[in-house]
């Protein structure tokens, strides 16, 4: 049987175990053009949370409804093809997660710009690692950085969610291009991880007000903000950045997880202070997935770029994972193993 | 005597004629590098009135206190000089408005990139025009569409309070270049001259939901807007906007007057849609002003581009013109005249 994660309710408030439930289904046959792959790895990314919602924001893919399967980045391998693309055995990167088998082929859908799915070479290398620093959450990183803030050897920039999937990468790729970087998170562990394995000063949002916390490391104000949080974070940031400052949206996991968004009411420092702001998913930017994997293989090589991983084990605590993750509960990226 | 507006008390909510009074003072003295200066027309602009209130944005200027001198942009001529770039007779710009007599020179406080005065040879032109369409409304519209909106001709822009001083050049300007333009405006009187004058699709925001009267005259959605109000106008224009979208953000008259200045709610459009926005303001890119003056010159000469003032007469009319101008009472370029 596969076995699969759908939506049991509608969540009210944060997100809880039980608003998700594994079910079972026949494996289903390729048909024409299709492959079926066996599940390996999950990504447990905090975006499928904005789809458990009633609504879902403009320009957004549908909300689920209860009964639904939650879908997700994922890996895996092929087991029976009836697609020239494919061969049993190959590695394939797609967007049919939070199941143990998947039919890929034309009908697989698009998250976020991701669509088909792609062999992957994993080479020697850990093949999770496509799902993280040289997969989406590396390809954001990189997009967020060099596309979107333009990001220069002389900017302080500020990195928010520091230690999640994308933050620690942005962080570390951006101070080893030479900008002075400073980093926030959610607990003492995130912070020390940051400060004292990474080299990245970093303070935990808990600890006070925001704009005396940014103040503290970065008292000459930042040149860019790579948001993951939105909300009081994107307001500290619009005070704090310096004139013709640049923020890249690239989430906003205070909006998720049941809270009511909200917009920061001092953009108008956007004309005073002359400030860009956009917003971006690295599903737009897959034309750059080349480039980005030469520069962070590079450094995961060398061992200048740290990765972290917070692993679950097996389908059935898909369902732990990502309440766990959106409650600031892991750190690096989150994943689950589906099989070996 | 040197007549002059000042703040009379903080306003609480909309701003009142009676929360600025006129006070005299003897007229200055030029010192060496100064020259003085018989002011002839006052720019009345909405941004003054940020500064009447208790607390200024990030960014901004300091509040002015009950008591201080208005300022805003003005024109006048030199009566005496003491200064070598300033002759007897020239016509200068300046920000020293809101008074009969000025002193220009070094100590000339800079609003919004605009500081030192400046020479005009306004040659057979209405004089005014160098506050309007050849000044910085001009500079304005032009910068928002061509630098910031970077507009091309198979866009559909929102230009909002398209009847204003800037939304006015901002809408017509886009259109000669050949984009689809909208507009909108707050009575049917603007409408009226929007859509029957200048040929511009515009619509009352009194008349219904935004998100509906846009989509009336944009059923496709827009590729750019032109932010004049902020507020709803903005939310709006993120849930119309299609992807890869840019908004440029000139103003946000909606927060100026006594209201509490509200965020987008649904900013997270941005990542989902892949938008951009970015303020300005005129005075950071005055090396366009030449290349502003020729092109609008050009098309105010050849009748393709419909400029409209509304006239107050004399220093004591400004404390009028300032609220009406900031309750929507007026149409196109708010001056006061004050001298011949």
Known sequence: MNRHVRMARRPSGKLLAADLELAEAPIPEPGPGEALVRNTWLSIDPSIRIRLAETTPNGY??????????????????IESRCPDFAVGDLVSHTLGYREYALVGARTQTIGGYGAASRIDAGDLPPQ?????????????????????????????????????????????????????????GSPAKVA??????????????????????????????????????????????????????????GAVSGYDGAVPQGPPNLFTMVSKGLRMRGFR???????????????????????????????????????????????????????????
């Open 193 to 250: 991880f940051l400060c004292d394995e990474l080299g990245i000063p970093a303070f935990d949002y808990h600890d006070g007000p925001l704009p005396e916390s940014l103040a503290a490391l970065a008292p000459g104000g930042i040149d860019a903000y790579f948001d993951n949080v939105g909300g009081d974070h994107l307001t500290a940031a619009l005070d704090i950045l310096r004139p013709s400052g640049r923020i890249a949206l690239c």
């Open 129 to 185: 690692w496509f799902l993280g620093p040289l997969g989406s959450a590396g390809l954001t990183a990189y997009v967020g950085l060099f596309e979107i803030l333009d990001l220069d050897a002389d900017d302080t920039l500020w990195v928010s969610s520091a230690a999640g999937a994308v933050g620690v990468l942005a962080a570390q790729l951006a101070k080893i291009r030479g900008a002075t970087v400073i980093g926030s998170a």
């Open 282 to 340: 690295a599903g737009s930017f897959l034309h750059l997935e080349k480039s980005m994997r030469r520069e962070v293989g590079r450094y995961l090589a060398d061992g200048r770029l740290v990765y972290r991983e917070t692993v679950f084990d097996g389908i059935e605590s898909a369902s732990t994972a990502l309440p766990a993750m959106l409650s600031g509960l892991t750190t690096g990226k989150t994943l689950c193993r589906l099989a070996f």
């Open 61 to 78: 893919l549908p909300p689920l409804r209860p009964g639904d399967e939650l879908s997700g980045l994922a890996l895996g391998t092929v």
